[in-house]
């Protein structure tokens, strides 16, 4: 039994031409970026900006979104079987608020932030790396998404326990079996 710092959601990659590793049909990241948003991307040119940002820094990255389609999938894909960038796509965990919690949860593992318009961020201003998250390790399978943070960052620690604490809070306040549940 190996225990790790991080997270693991029932979530995978958008498509199986992002498996790094074809016969476990596995895709391993070492040390990427992380770039979540609460929106759907359907084209790829909102995506430029940072996705060369990225690929300067010879990282690979994890995108976790709403969902990929049509001509941005499509150019991740082909990014991807061409080693411009190391990318795979996941779609966020969770549905309505509770997809927003879930994305803010992994943005205080990682560090990163959401990109989200609501809060005036636009995807395509995002021309460096600051907003984004980082991991020791990402691994993404077809149905799950494991993100693994070993590294001991009193700053993380100190978000993750208080954002534990805020949800056995929310939990001894709601009278829903269901709230309690999720």
Do not use: W
């Amino acid at each position: 039994v190996e225990v790790v710092k991080g997270m693991r959601f029932d979530r995978g990659y958008i498509s199986q031409y992002f498996a790094t590793n074809r016969e476990k049909m596995i895709t391993e990241f070492e040390n990427p970026y992380i770039l979540l948003l609460d929106q759907k991307v359907s084209t790829v040119q909102p995506l430029v900006p940072v996705l060369e940002a990225v690929a300067h820094t010879g990282k690979p990255l994890v995108l976790i979104a709403d969902d990929v389609d049509g001509e941005a999938l499509t150019a991740l894909i082909l990014n991807n079987l061409k080693r411009s960038i190391k990318v795979v796509a996941v779609k966020a965990p969770g549905f309505g608020d509770r997809k927003k919690e879930m994305l803010e949860d992994i943005a205080i593992l990682t560090n990163g932030e959401v990109i989200t318009e609501q809060l005036g961020i636009k995807l395509e201003k995002v021309n460096d790396t600051s907003k984004l998250g980082t991991a020791n390790r990402v691994i993404v399978t077809k149905d799950h998404t494991t993100i693994v943070h070993d590294k001991n960052n009193s700053d993380i620690e100190k978000k993750v326990n208080s954002r534990c604490e805020q949800i056995r809070e929310a939990i001894k306040d709601t009278t829903s079996d269901y709230e309690k549940e999720k």
